[in-house]
């Protein structure tokens, strides 16, 4: 696997060894020893997770306060722009993001540590997208931060209006968000 630090040198850009021929390709889309020794990161997943979404939908920016949890992404069907927002008061990159495109045809994942806060929109007509996670779903812990804040300014890599859960649509701004 080839690993390459994003905006953000903590969230990584990880592209799997793919085998391929006539018949279709095969890639281990997880492997602890070797995420291990690529990123030096030693982590350890309790929850898998998978949606599924049609073209526009934008979910995020969602993260827990507390259980914060790091997610390991990947799409198996479609495409999606993936995005994290640094969230640790600390960081040198607090408030920058970073984003990738995600796509069954690429087969790329993006690592996106506990401290960020997580969102993506679909670029193709409808896209699967999942996630292990290294804490579990904790709903009374998580928040969410508006998509389109001025503040972040995130380039979705998306024209038109994405289609939102009430959740997403009422999220707070990155003024008003709590931090870690």
């Known amino acids: 696997m080839q690993v390459t630090a994003t905006a953000i040198p903590d969230v990584l ?6 085998f391929g ?3 279709g390709f095969f890639f281990e889309s997880f492997n602890e020893n070797a ?5 030096g990161l030693d982590v350890s997943f309790v929850q898998d997770n ?10 995020g920016l969602h993260y827990q306060i507390q259980q914060p949890q790091g997610k390991l992404v990947r799409v198996v069907q479609g495409a999606v722009f993936d995005v994290a927002v640094d969230l640790r008061k600390s960081s040198k990159t607090f408030g920058h993001w970073a984003g990738a495109m995600l796509s069954a045809e690429n087969k790329h994942q993006l690592w996106i540590p506990a ?9 193709s007509e409808t896209a699967e997208f999942l ?15 508006r998509w389109d804040d001025p503040d972040l300014a995130i380039d979705w890599a998306f ?22």
């Open 159 to 180: 024209s038109g209006e994405p289609l939102l859960s009430a959740k997403d649509a009422g999220g707070a701004s990155f003024k008003e968000a709590a931090y870690f």
């Open 115 to 123: 401290g960020f806060a997580h969102g993506f929109v679909v670029v």
């Open 35 to 39: 995420f291990r020794q690529a990123t």
């Open 50 to 59: 998978h949606s599924k979404s049609a073209q526009g939908v934008l979910r």
């Open 21 to 23: 021929d006539a018949r």
């Open 131 to 145: 996630y292990k996670t290294t804490d579990y779903y904790a709903p009374q812990h998580e928040r969410c931060i």
């Open 13 to 18: 850009l990880i592209e799997p060894k793919v």
